[in-house]
């Protein structure tokens, strides 16, 4: 009898990475960080875990790394602080976890998921979402836990030029962060992400972001709102965004994807393509989704020259890619 199918995909952010603005070593780096994250999700799955417990863990390895906008490497708000959201969904009850405009907790993911498991809400912001967490004995660090030099340097650079708040920046060097301040071909999305599908059928979706340089007023993106950034249902796909939240959050695009396959008998990549590429682009919005769907597939599909992206294929083999022309398999 055939092994029911496991699936798992996950993104590092969206944006414009075009070859030649990551050095080589960079390069090298990111595409190993894409592997060990997904490796640790996969594992999980193909010992028989849930999709809930791979994605967060997928998430948390993404947290960890400096690379991305998210956990560890997170963006400077306008006053100089970090500032994180982020949520998780399970697609076998619909239940769902999300914190916004959280300071202190050490992965977010984690956050998001106790508030799902021990609270009566789906989403806490803010100061009271920080006393949550406290409560719940998740693990905490000081703000500036989360800074590093890359980041501080791209806050600085924003204010300097007195440009309005950047759209989610992926980690880069210093011509990418020059780039990113001075010019705005070079804004990049930096959220991360994962989606997978376990062998007991069950869909979920987890995101996590620092949200935008030099934000004002709390703003809080798409990532932690159910059906926009993040969203899952066994009945249709789980979905992850990256990109530009204003513009998700209008177009509503996780549950948009999920309710064309649903209601109007799209296939995932059918979906996927018809939001990111036909109803965001009409409004100006920039980014990507990943997305599983129940029957094993997966799906990235993006409208910015590149997106950080590691999948498993049909075959079990395991893919990372930075560019929107590039595909490094792994052994």
């Known amino acids: 009898m055939n092994k029911p199918p496991i699936a798992i995909a996950i993104h590092g952010g969206a944006g414009v990475l075009t070859p030649g603005l990551l050095s080589p070593q960079d390069e090298d780096a990111i595409h190993e960080a894409l592997r060990q994250a997904i490796d640790v999700g996969h594992r999980i799955l193909a010992a028989g875990g849930t999709s809930l417990d791979a994605v967060e ?3 948390v390895s993404l947290e960890e790394c400096s690379w991305f906008n998210a956990g560890k490497g997170a963006v400077f708000t306008a006053d100089g602080i970090h500032e994180m959201d982020a949520a998780i969904m399970n697609g076998a009850d619909r239940s769902a976890g999300a914190i916004a405009g959280a ?3 050490r992965n977010p993911i984690r956050g998001a998921r ?3 498991e021990h609270s009566d809400h789906v989403m806490l912001a803010g100061e009271g979402a920080d006393r949550f967490l406290r409560e719940q004995n998740q693990p905490q660090v000081a703000n500036d836990w989360f800074d590093t030099e890359l980041r501080r340097r791209q806050w600085q650079g924003n204010r300097s030029s ?8 992926s980690h880069a060097d210093h011509h990418i962060e020059e780039t990113a301040v001075n010019d705005n071909s070079g804004h990049k999305f930096g959220t991360v992400g994962a989606v997978a599908l376990d062998s007991h059928g069950h869909v979920a979706a987890a995101t996590s972001t620092g ?3 030099n934000k004002r007023y709390s703003r809080i993106g798409d990532t932690p709102i159910i059906g926009a950034g993040t969203w899952a249902d066994d009945r249709s796909a789980a979905i992850s965004a990256t990109g530009h939240g204003e513009y998700f959050m209008r177009a509503v695009v996780g549950h948009d994807i999920a309710a064309r396959m649903r209601f109007a008998g799209r296939d995932l990549q059918r979906a996927c393509d018809e939001v990111v590429h036909q109803e965001l682009k009409t409004l100006g919005g920039q980014g990507g989704v990943i997305a599983v769907s129940p029957n094993g597939k997966t799906q990235l599909s993006f409208n910015t020259p590149g ?7 049909d075959y079990g083999q395991l893919h990372t890619a930075i560019y929107a022309e590039d595909d490094r398999v792994h052994g």
């Open 114 to 116: 106790a508030v799902m």
């Open 307 to 313: 997106m950080y992206r590691a999948w498993r294929d």
């Open 57 to 59: 863990a997928c998430v």
């Open 162 to 169: 007195s440009t309005a708040p950047s759209l989610e920046p």
């Open 103 to 105: 300071h202190y907790v």
């Open 211 to 213: 949200g935008i340089t």
